[in-house]
């Protein structure tokens, strides 16, 4: 423990021996402070708040990664990769108090903020049942909330902040309006629990239980002794008392169970993605260019459909981590919150309303305003596969032609012509695809990739996986029905409410979603559309690999659709036929964005 502490307040008595208050770090700590749900639930969380009379406003986290574990213990090669490359961003603190995906207050409480971290329940500290997503957490939150805006410490305004999952819930508990909440700021938050995570195009995705098992079960209240001690103050970071597998086993939803269980869309999934049209919070959504396979298109979805009359989308690239902590993104944040929390002139007011770092080879970002998300500019330009030369062409084709290939293989590549100009593509991509399978269903998995001039691939720093292509699609053929009143030329809106079934050797048009993306492209440089029957894989794969996650990158990071149950090979590896020409022009639209 640090030697610049002074214990200011302990509470020790029976009712509550684990709340306790010290001076340290230049900061006043309160250690599981006490929140009663209305439930009578206790959740903990720990306030680090400035030593200084007066009232401040609280930039607010919950969550179940434990608030207790330190980035460095927990998430070790994503510190390792992090500081190693960014040693500015971790300047100026102990980072002791620094968690996973959490501001980090010694960064913060300087400047006039009260941090302020909460287990959410059955989590770290917390007692009761994990329930990700649900709506008694989600309530909880907001109980979260309400507790910190009328502390004495408090200025009444609450914000809130964090990656993934601590920027997922903030789209839920934005939509209950609690009264105290000011403004949040989403970084690289999903909103659709089943299309931007469980099920890419209603392909059962197991990041989701993998994520479970190893960034959520070890965390667990309950552990105890079996689980990890804070590096800042040496207590344990589940929980004082140690539960057997069993007691903890009851004490958390089978996720796994549940995802496997429900293909189609229901109320267990509606009820855990947020109702954009409730949110009018002052709103910041950051998206990465690197995130296919979980966050980016929420973030899209949510600066679109949020009511919120002050909102701004800001998107960058490199590792999911790293932007939130960068000088860069430390000062966007507080520039966002010191304009709302505090009423400062942080120039906000002059912050364009989508801020892009546009993306080069090379992992060049070069910052530019735009006004509008997809941007108006835009040149929605439709490219035409032919299937026997596996090219893709300007113009519609005259001539009907086929190829095949085993449902759950490689597939086929179509390219385009070298271009003879630098060209950017940044927007929304999607394919119209005409097909036929030998059985009553198939997946189809859409890569766009960028060769060089003479032809090895380039791949780029996604948010996990540094072999990332350009952008990412799926759909699972019976889940071929579209909203009409959603579906946009660009967008591609499916219901994934009924499974439409194939009759073996019919021809079926399929819409498809690619996620957004951005790339400036070289001349000489040339873009390809692969068409295959299961997840990508770089051919030059260096088998990276994250300690918290559960298998080796080789180019959609932890993003697999290898379920045996969802995908059975009788269903799904047979042949596959893709169509093109007159009758069915399968084709490949793409966001160009001319010079200004």
Known sequence: MNKNTSNIHNHNSPSDSQHRIEKREGMVIEWDAPIEMDDGLILRANVYRPDAEGVFPVIMSHGPYGKDLAWQEGYKTTWDIFSKAHPEAIENSTNIHQSWETVDPEKWVPDGYVCIRVDSRGAGRS???IDCRSPRETKDFCSCIEWAGVQPWSNGKVGLTGISYYAINQWQVAALKPKHLEAICVWEGSVDYYRDGTHHGGILNTFQSNWYDMQIKTVQHGLGENGSRSLAHGGLVCGPETLTEQ?????????????????????????????????????????????QGLHPRGNYSGFL???SKQKWLECHGLEHWTEFYTRYGLDLQKRFFGHFLKSEDTGWNSQPRVQLKVRHIGEKFIIRGEDEWPIARTEWTRFYLDTNNFTLDK???????????????????FFLPPWNKEIEITGPISSKLFISSETTDADLFLIVRLFS??????????????????????????????????????QPYHTHDEKQLLSPGEIYELDIEIWPTCIVIPPGYRLALSVRGKD???????NHRLSNMKNTFTGVGPFLHDDIIDRPKN??????????GPDHQSSLLLPIIPNN
């Open 571 to 580: 269903i799904f590896n047979g042949k596959i036929t893709l169509y093109s």
């Open 453 to 490: 001039p003479d032809m090895k691939e380039v791949v780029f720093q996604g948010t996990l996986d540094p072999n990332t292509p350009i952008a990412n699609g799926w759909l699972r053929a019976s889940h071929r029905k579209l909203d009409k009143e959603k579906t946009m030329p660009w």
């Open 395 to 413: 113009t519609p084709l005259t001539e009907s032609t086929s190829t095949s290939y085993k449902g759950m293989e490689e597939g086929a590549t």
């Open 247 to 291: 007691e903890m086993s009851k004490n958390r939803v089978d996720l796994g169970n549940r995802l496997q269980s429900q293909e189609l869309i229901n109320d267990w999934y509606r009820e855990r993605t947020a109702d954009l049209t409730e949110i009018d919070t002052p709103l910041l959504s950051a998206a990465s260019w690197g995130g």
């Open 305 to 307: 459909n949020a009511n």
């Open 536 to 542: 990508y894989v770089y051919s030059c794969s260096t």
């Open 127 to 129: 007692p009761g049942v």
